[in-house]
């Protein structure tokens, strides 16, 4: 199981929120080069970067911070937030972003992530962010009536093979993952599902291995020093 740590960037700062609230919003660290640099030094082999601007507003705000991160970490990047276009696709996968993450325009233009999936294959990932089992979209502003176990389902159908899944009400709170709602998901398709929000401790990551998943975000944790990311790596490898 592969550890990633988060790196969310606002206003081009790193920042974590309490259950995806923006007005939540508390900076972590002024750089986002430097905190991966420190998570590359603990050993973390990947970096997960959400543009929270983008997200809310349809349009990516932080891409310079991400380019920076890839080239002078030299860690592979998965992104999500603000792509909603074919064209801001290529120009990720152009500037040597490792997977791309799509959320809303998952949902609302399926199309063009059959398209995505078609050109760009395991490049291309999708978020699954549920509140009470619906999909959340638009920054987790607004929820649809859409089920997140048959949106899995559907994005399975299409060759997409990594999910990331995030229970909003977990994400920042430090209480734990939905080890159910994981389980579920992990049970229902056979895309590599990554854990999202939530985690708290050693104890947590444990527990997420036993569910089988591929890979944990871990955000919050990291930050607070609740978690030590080389503990962490270690639980993941063993």
């Known amino acids: 199981m592969i550890i ?33 640099l420190e998570f590359k030094a603990a050993g973390a082999e990947f970096i997960h970067m959400v543009d929270l601007d983008g997200a809310v507003r349809g349009k990516m705000y932080n891409l310079s911070q ?13 992104v999500g937030g603000g792509i909603r276009n074919i064209e801001t696709i290529n120009n990720l996968i152009k500037n040597k972003i490792s997977r791309v993450i799509l959320g809303t325009a ?48 559907k994005i399975e159908d299409v060759g997409v093979k990594t999910i990331i899944f995030t229970d909003i009400g977990r994400d920042g709170t430090l209480k734990g ?38 890979g944990v975000i871990i955000g919050k944790a990291i930050y607070s020093g609740a978690v030590s990311i080389q503990d962490a790596i270690e639980v993941g490898r063993n």
């Open 4 to 36: 990633i740590p988060a790196i969310d960037l606002k206003e081009g700062n790193c920042v974590r929120l309490y259950q995806g609230k923006m007005s939540s919003a508390q900076v972590v660290a002024r750089d986002a080069v430097k905190a991966a």
């Open 66 to 78: 991400v380019i920076r991160v890839i080239n002078e970490t030299g860690l592979p990047v998965e």
């Open 106 to 153: 998952a949902l609302n233009d399926f199309n063009m992530l059959e398209e995505a999936v078609k050109k760009y294959g395991e490049k291309i990932a999708v978020g699954i962010d549920a509140k009470d089992g619906r999909v959340a979209v638009d920054g987790w502003v607004n929820i649809s009536k859409t089920d997140y176990i048959d949106f899995a389902k």
């Open 177 to 214: 993952a939905n080890l159910m709602q994981l389980s579920e998901i992990s049970s229902s398709v056979s895309c590599n599902i990554i854990a999202s929000g939530g985690v708290s401790n050693i104890e947590d990551v444990k527990n997420l291995k036993n569910t089988g998943v591929y």
